[in-house]
């Protein structure tokens, strides 16, 4: 299934070398990809996971910020200025329960351990994202227990430091750039400089957590690392869209209050999470599709599997050594069975 790293297909590395005919394949391909890998229903299984991971990861999140000398009343703001974007029925839904997490807890081995249990909570998702990649990519995972939950662990740590990140720059930011720019006596254009700027620095960390969530999750060690892949900037920029439009969709023409009643913002948000978490999925496969047309380019058989090396064998080897254990146990079985049938001195299996 794998090549070496020195025949992975880096001879067709760049972009601008596939041609147009391949670039038709690409779409092609990643298209079928994501209906026979049944994509739907794992962005299905990835919405009730970050689900679950969203309280969790906010607790994570309130702790990380305390940790910086920062409180959970960060979090409110940037929760207000949420509130005037969002659809008004399901923001007064998910509104009470966002705010029973923003309780910040008090410095000491107390928020290390909080930090740690929620931290293993929510990583429940990004465990789930590496599952699906894998088989996007068409690979088993093969990595160690240890070695895998290590790896999603600090990976998992690495999106919420982001995101801590993330709500410092939305919400701290402009004050101290009006502060700087007073003191230059250019208060105004600071600001608005800095209003611009920002929104970079915001898309800049979605870049990132992109690329990590396509580089790190799967068991497959892809040729080097991209900040921003072609699949990964069509996921973000549908996603926006997508985001869009549902939001508009909701205020303008829903009736999921007629239909839901007090559960339509929860519906709303699941649908939202939904929709993102496929179109995460058909981006990862757009990335692989490319991959497929690069090393086909370099003369590598990969119309099938992709010439990349995997991580790691040591699960996926054991399993297989599990199934072939109990292919022989039940052929023994079988053959026992038959053994009795035919000779009437061999007593039959006790009957339980």
């Not at 870049?207 to 900037?233: D, E």
Request: net charge positive; aromatic share 8%.
């Amino acid at each position: 299934m794998s090549h070496s790293a020195d025949t992975d297909g880096r001879a067709a590395r760049a972009p601008s070398r596939i041609t147009k005919p391949s670039w038709r394949y690409v779409f092609r391909t990643a298209a079928r990809g994501f209906v026979a890998d049944e994509c739907v229903d794992l962005a299905s299984g990835l919405t009730f996971r970050m689900l679950l991971s969203v309280f969790p990861g906010l607790v994570a999140l309130v702790s990380i910020l305390s940790l910086l000398g920062q409180s959970g009343s960060v979090v409110t703001q940037v929760l207000d200025e949420a509130e005037r974007v969002a659809p008004t029925d399901t923001w007064s839904t998910l509104r009470p329960m966002l705010d029973t997490v923003l309780d910040t807890p008090a410095p000491g081995w107390g928020l290390i351990v909080g930090l740690a249990i929620a931290l293993w909570s929510a990583s429940g998702y990004v465990k789930a994202f590496g599952r699906a990649m894998n088989t996007v990519v068409g690979v088993p995972e093969g990595r160690g227990v240890v070695f895998f939950n290590l790896v999603m662990y600090l990976l998992t740590l690495l999106i919420l430091i982001m995101g801590a990140l993330a709500l410092l720059v939305f919400v701290l930011s402009g004050p101290i750039a009006e502060a700087v720019g007073g003191l230059l006596g250019m208060s105004g254009v600071a600001l608005a400089v800095w209003n611009v700027a920002r929104w970079f620095l915001l898309a800049g960390i979605v870049v990132l957590v992109v690329a990590f969530l396509y580089h790190a999750t799967p068991n497959i060690k892809q040729p080097r690392f991209r900040w921003l892949s072609i699949g990964a900037l069509i996921a973000i920029v549908v996603s926006i869209l997508a985001s869009l439009g549902l939001s508009f969709y909701v205020s303008r023409f829903g009736t999921f209050n007629a239909t839901y009643g007090a559960l339509a913002g929860v519906i709303v948000l699941m649908l939202w999470v939904f929709i993102v978490n496929a179109i995460l999925l058909f981006g990862a496969q757009l990335d692989c599709a490319i991959e497929r047309v690069r090393e086909l380019q370099a003369g590598l058989p990969a119309e099938e599997h992709l010439q990349l090396p995997v991580r790691s064998t040591k699960a996926s080897d054991k399993q297989a050594e599990q199934a072939a254990e109990d292919v022989r146990r039940g052929r023994n079985l079988r053959l026992t069975a038959g053994a009795s049938q035919d000779d009437p001195t061999v007593p039959p299996p006790p009957k339980h």
